[in-house]
């Protein structure tokens, strides 16, 4: 099984700063990696697909790169809003993973 | 606007069995493959199965190879997911997501809560 490891598992940041979300593949994945965000009590919502496309209608504040084995989300701009967990996930070969998630609070 | 609304859920002794519903609208059901993902209380997702618009091909991971079985009605644009030998690990709450492509989640449910307890 592919494992994915996200860094870090927790971060604080301010309104208005700029965050970066690292994920790593055990094996690498090509591009075959997801991004959701979970706010507390709601079912996860897609941000991006294939590392770096952008779902319909998720604002261009969020962003994806990376192939392989190292993957990163960075989210500028941060407002309230955004103040979520955020998770990876590989599609590359079953079973599916995902990484443990990223929590992401305000300072 | 795609829909997918669990049901089924609830509460059952360790051994027991239920069957999740997923209910879809809104999109043409069959040329999509479906997942179910769980998250046990205050953890992280974890990918459960998935099928593929045919409902020819099915996937599972180990933790509930052979114990659960995924399946889909087109005629009636429902999915189940039929749990047997439940354990107290299974507790969790069990998201139905549309899936795209090869293998990601671009809609979700809402959740139906399953806790096994005696």
């Known amino acids: 099984d592919i494992q994915m490891t996200q860094s870090p598992s927790s971060l604080s940041a301010s309104v208005g700063d700029r965050v970066t979300i690292t994920c790593r593949a055990s094996?690498?994945?090509?591009?075959?990696l997801a991004w959701y965000q979970q706010k507390p009590g709601k079912a996860p919502k897609s941000l991006i697909y294939?590392?770096?496309s952008l779902q319909s209608g998720v604002p261009a504040k969020f962003s994806g790169s990376g192939s392989g084995t190292d993957f990163t989300l960075t989210i500028s701009n941060l407002q309230t809003e955004d103040f979520a967990t955020y998770y990876c996930?590989?599609?590359?070969?079953?079973?599916?993973?995902f990484g443990q998630g990223t929590r992401l609070e305000i300072k | 606007e795609v829909l997918l609304l669990e049901s089924g859920g609830g509460l059952v002794q360790p051994g027991g069995s239920l069957r999740l519903s997923c209910a879809a609208s809104?999109?043409?059901?069959?040329?999509?493959?479906m997942s179910w993902v769980r998250q046990a209380p205050g953890k992280g997702l974890e990918w459960v199965s998935g099928?593929?618009?045919?409902?020819?091909?099915?996937y599972y991971a180990d933790s509930v190879k052979g114990r659960f079985t995924i399946s889909r009605d087109n005629s009636n644009n429902t999915l189940y997911l039929q749990m047997n030998s439940l354990r107290a690990e299974d507790t969790a709450l069990y998201y139905c997501?549309?899936?795209?492509?090869?293998?990601?989640?671009?809609?979700w449910g809402q959740g139906t809560l399953v806790t096994v307890s005696s």
């Open positions: 996930q590989q599609y590359n070969s079953y079973p599916l993973t």
């Open positions: 099928i593929t618009g045919s409902g020819y091909t099915t």
């Open positions: 809104g999109f043409t059901f069959t040329t999509y493959a």
């Open positions: 997501a549309k899936t795209q492509g090869e293998a990601h989640f671009d809609s």
């Open positions: 094996q690498g994945i090509s591009h075959y």
């Open positions: 294939a590392a770096s």
